[in-house]
């Protein structure tokens, strides 16, 4: 596996070459802060297309190994772009490009040989609005297992592991025949998450998991996210930055600047850093624009 971290300019560093650029250029460069010592997947000057649209531009970042990382910004900066390429569902959307690398234990998951089936099972997502299948509660965790070909020695003890997994268990116990219809909406969004751990992947991707849920019900998603760390690596896209502040160790600052000619907005990374640092030291003045509410 690579541990290489992943390399981008920091403004902070070599003041002659930043002060050389114009405004322009410098505003793309990225303050890449402490990096994770072990890494499960890195981007390599990621950049992303929908048509002739320049939507993400250069994205260098290293996601730690059993680490919450969070990704945050404006709407439209391209979080969900970056987190959708992260397990090639980019590649289901019409006209969408990528160019760069993506590695997943120092391998490209864009390269030739790679099927992007086998790369969504090693890097599972969990999507903003709950989504189970219409079938039993039971039925929504075996599916994927059945589907996969997946060697299951006994599927009931499968099935209580993914929802002991996702803290579902004890509500859902009795009622494991049952439509998972009939479930809360905080209740469905663990069956999905349960869902996703029963193929037994290794990065969980999130792309605003607890958007659709009342406080209780996120701060159940939020309190199991921490418990999962010690099993998954997971990225998560969150609006709320009291939640990325709480759930993760480190965080990735978007925005999106507008093209001069077009008036096209294209995502760029701001800043990257420990969670800590990032929310209470900002190196780039568009980070702490953001995060103190100034801007976004
Ligand atoms: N399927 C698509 N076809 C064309 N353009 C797209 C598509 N999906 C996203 N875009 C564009 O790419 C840019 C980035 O979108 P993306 O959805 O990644 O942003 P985001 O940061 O997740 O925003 P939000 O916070 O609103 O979810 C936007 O300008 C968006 O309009
Ligand atoms: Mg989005």
């Known amino acids: 596996m690579s541990t290489q971290p992943a390399t981008a300019t920091s403004s902070t560093e070599g003041e002659p070459s930043a002060l050389s650029l114009s405004i322009d250029e410098e505003a793309k460069h990225s ?7 072990e890494s499960v997947m890195e981007t390599f000057h990621l950049n992303v297309f929908y048509g002739d649209f320049h939507a993400v531009h250069d994205v260098n970042l290293t996601f730690g190994k059993n680490e919450i990382t969070a990704l945050i910004g404006p709407s439209g900066c391209g979080k969900s772009t970056v987190l959708r390429c992260l397990n090639r569902m980019n590649d289901l959307v019409p006209g969408a490009r990528v160019e760069g690398e993506i590695n997943y234990h120092g391998q490209n998951i864009y390269g030739p040989k790679v099927d992007p089936i086998a790369v969504r ?10 989504n ?38 004890d509500e859902v116990k009795d009622k494991l025949k049952q439509s998972a219809y009939g479930l809360s909406g905080g209740q469905q969004q663990r069956l999905c998450i349960a869902r996703t751990i029963a193929t037994k992947p290794d990065v969980i991707l999130m792309d605003e998991p607890c958007s659709a849920l009342d406080p209780i019900a996120t701060a159940k998603i939020e309190d199991l996210m921490l418990q999962m760390r010690k099993d998954f690596t997971i990225i998560i896209v969150t609006h709320n930055m009291q939640q990325a502040a709480r759930v993760s160790d480190r965080t990735a600052f978007f925005t999106a600047k507008p093209d001069e000619t077009t008036g096209n907005r294209t995502g760029l990374l701001v800043e990257f850093d420990r969670t800590k640092q990032l929310f209470s030291n900002p190196a780039d003045k568009r980070t702490e624009d953001y995060i103190s509410g100034r801007f976004g």
Do not use: C, T
């Not at 303050?31 to 010592?37: F, K, N, S, T, Y």
């Not at 099972?121 to 969990?126: K, N």
């Not at 994927?144 to 099935?159: A, C, E, F, Q, S």
């Open 31 to 37: 303050v890449i802060g402490e990096v994770p010592a």
């Open 121 to 130: 099972q090693h890097i599972g997502m969990v999507f903003q609005k709950p």
């Open 132 to 169: 189970p299948f219409p079938k039993s509660i039971y039925d929504n965790i075996a599916y994927g297992p059945r589907v996969i070909g997946m060697k299951v020695d006994n599927m009931d003890d499968l099935v209580e592991e993914a929802l002991r997994g996702a803290a579902l268990w």
